[in-house]
């Protein structure tokens, strides 16, 4: 793993630290099911993420996965976006992700895919800019359609992001998994949000790298993955959809690429609390 300032590496993935901030509420009124045990191995996981006075700190992270061919890139969601953006009302705005991705060598123009993990303020703030231009003036934006279908029309995302880039065809919608090019799988992962979806990079000399979008929002979802976070939809179905995936990541040896832990990349613990029924997703 390499990296300086707002990137670090880890194989083909290139960890974008777009923003960093506090949360708007107290870690564990955003998780309300965890024990003490839960917050020590977490404290222990990621000890940046505990702030002054029980506050949550938190990254807001994109991350690039070059091509194999370094022809171009497929960038996993789109950070929290300028001043004017949807995220204006608690994300740490503005981020920092232009400057950021020019740091790291890598030309907007250059970018052929974005993948948005789902359709939150947080998550897609990059993606287009106030006068309805897509940012990355080449990409397709890919998204699940259970996303665009569950969200509401008066949704700031809508206007910012899924209306213009539909407008003007970039949109692309998918359905269940979907394999990108060679190597890069995106994976259904519902429960945070209807079409929640994580990305699959893998690497065939190397160690695979689950970029996990909101499956996991905060370590203590790593300590005890049965945790639920105050803002899922859908919680059964999140942690069923975070107990699949953790698994996954346990029995191919993969390192985690999470959006807000502060850690870019994590490996799930050596004794991670999964039920033993839990079904593999597909390899």
Known sequence: MTGTGGTVRQGPVTA???ATGLFFKAARDAFPGAVAADWAEAAA????????????????RCFAVADPDGAGWT?????VGPAEGPG????????RLPDVLADAGIDRADVHTVVLTHLHEDHTGWAADAAGRPFFPRARYVVQRAETAALDRADPVWSWVVEPLREA?????????HRLRPGVTLLPTPGHTPGHQSVLVGRPGGRDV????DLLVHAVQLANPAVAYAHERDPAAARAS??????????RGAVLATAHLTRPFVEPPDALRLPGDVRRLPS
């Open 45 to 60: 996981l990621d000890p940046g993420a505990v702030g002054p006075e029980g506050a949550w700190r938190l990254d807001f």
């Open 75 to 79: 960038l996993v969601d789109a950070g």
């Open 210 to 213: 689950l970029v996990t979008g």
């Open 169 to 177: 065809g970039r949109l692309h919608e998918v359905e269940g998994e």
């Open 16 to 18: 974008l630290l777009d």
């Open 242 to 251: 975070r107990e699949e995936l953790l698994a996954r990541a346990v029995e």
């Open 88 to 95: 204006a009302p608690w994300c740490p705005v503005p981020g």
